[in-house]
């Protein structure tokens, strides 16, 4: 059982810019895909972005190419998300997520392990 540890959220001011890591407990995170979800209230969560195991291939929503970047430290077990020109939009618990999925998938069912959220609010 990998385990999952968010940190990085925030207030922000609208055009702002926050990172946020997800660290892993275990080495094996290497092995993993993985992945940012994020979840406004009264909303179903929805793909951010995701990166493949040694980080050569990404996937990103639509709409946050361009402003959100996704990476990862294996030799740290670490994924960050660096997020730039913040929108009120983007204010939701913003959720990271691993499992062995070959391909960088946008579906949640792809990940077997979640971390428990970080809150990211951006002010207007």
């Known amino acids: 059982q990998e385990q999952l540890v968010e940190s990085g959220g925030g207030l922000v001011q609208a055009g702002g810019s926050l990172r946020l890591s997800c660290a892993a407990a275990?080495?094996?995170?290497?092995?993993?895909?993985m992945a940012w979800f994020r979840q406004a209230p009264g909303k179903e969560r929805s793909f951010v972005a995701a990166?493949?195991?040694?980080?050569?291939?990404?996937n990103y929503a639509y709409s946050l190419k361009g402003r959100f970047t996704i990476s990862r430290d294996n030799a740290k077990n670490t994924m960050y998300l660096q997020m730039n020109s913040l929108k009120s939009e983007d204010t939701a618990v913003y959720y990271c997520?691993?499992?062995?999925?070959?391909?960088?998938?946008?579906?949640?069912?792809?990940?077997?392990?979640w971390g428990q959220g970080t809150q990211v609010t951006v002010s207007s």
């Open positions: 990166i493949s195991w040694n980080g050569r291939t990404t």
């Open positions: 997520a691993g499992g062995r999925t070959d391909w960088p998938t946008v579906s949640p069912s792809g990940y077997d392990y």
């Open positions: 275990r080495r094996t995170f290497s092995n993993y895909t």
